[in-house]
């Protein structure tokens, strides 16, 4: 009896414990698929866009080919070097910054401690166009105030130019860039007029190779016209900054020579 029961408690047990291991199995189961779904789904992500980037290229790249590669190479090698000096220019003004506040202070207390000389050695340990003027100025200490207004105005003259250098170069590049695109789309309508008038029929696959030239041609240009202009503005608002800088922070040192002048 003993060996009965036992024997239909097993059986029962079993029964149970299938349903449940089936279902453990297929949670399981499904738990892996997820998991290996969640996981192809970035790699496929970023194949998609790897693909998307590669056929953007190469569509670049037909499209360029197409616009006729003198005039869009032309155009190309416009935008590179503009870019370059714009860069150059970007660089050169980061670096022309001054924290002219500590600059001054700096100033005024080398001045009323060690005096001209040690004054004149902080400027020469600072950089940037701001120091550069209170240096000439400083050098002209012996010669009164009178000098040392005009030392600031004359050099911070040359310290503007310096800063506005290549700027023209870059203003030129956006003039002619246009012109460019310009002078390829006339070409290019000459090329389709001289094939309509070869093949005597105004069809539209005859017409569309030349004004595709044409059309591609000018739209880089005003791309790089657009992109050089963007820069140029940039280029201007950070030396107008840096000027500001200039004429403001010599206001407060032609005071503080003025007090120095006075305590002597």
């Avoid at 009965?4 to 279902?23: E, S």
């Avoid at 693909?51 to 590179?80: D, T, Y």
């Avoid at 000018?218 to 201007?236: E, G, K, M, S």
Wanted: charged share 20%; aromatic share 6%.
């Amino acid at each position: 009896m003993k060996r009965l029961l036992i024997f239909f408690t097993v059986i029962g047990l079993f029964t149970l414990g299938v349903p449940n291991n089936v279902m453990a199995q297929e949670d399981v189961e499904t738990t892996t698929e997820q998991e290996a779904a969640e996981t192809a789904s970035p790699a496929a992500s970023d194949a998609e866009e790897l693909s998307g980037l590669s056929a953007m290229h190469q569509e670049l790249k037909i499209k360029f080919i197409e616009g006729g590669v003198e005039g869009m190479g032309l155009i190309l090698v416009l935008l590179i070097f503009g870019l370059a000096l714009a860069i150059e220019r970007i660089i050169y003004l980061n670096l022309s910054g001054t924290n002219t506040e500590k600059l001054l202070g700096d100033l005024e207390n080398a001045l009323n401690t060690k005096g001209v000389e040690a004054a004149i050695e902080v400027c020469r340990n600072t950089r940037g166009p701001v120091a550069s003027i209170f240096y000439q100025g400083l050098s002209r200490m012996d010669d009164g105030l009178e000098a040392v207004e005009k030392s600031l105005v004359s050099y911070g003259g040359i310290q503007t130019a310096l800063l506005e250098k290549g700027l023209t170069w870059i203003a030129l590049l956006i003039s002619i860039a246009p012109m460019v695109g310009f002078l390829f789309t006339i070409v290019g309508m000459v090329i389709a007029f001289d094939d309509i008038e070869r093949a005597g029929d105004m069809s539209p696959s005859i017409v569309a190779g030349g004004i595709k030239v044409a059309l591609l041609t000018t739209l880089l240009a005003l791309i790089v016209a657009i992109t050089l202009q963007t820069f140029y503005n940039y280029l201007l608002s950070k030396i107008d900054a840096i000027v500001s800088e200039m004429e403001n922070s010599s206001i407060t040192f032609i005071d503080m020579i003025v007090k120095f002048d006075q305590k002597k």
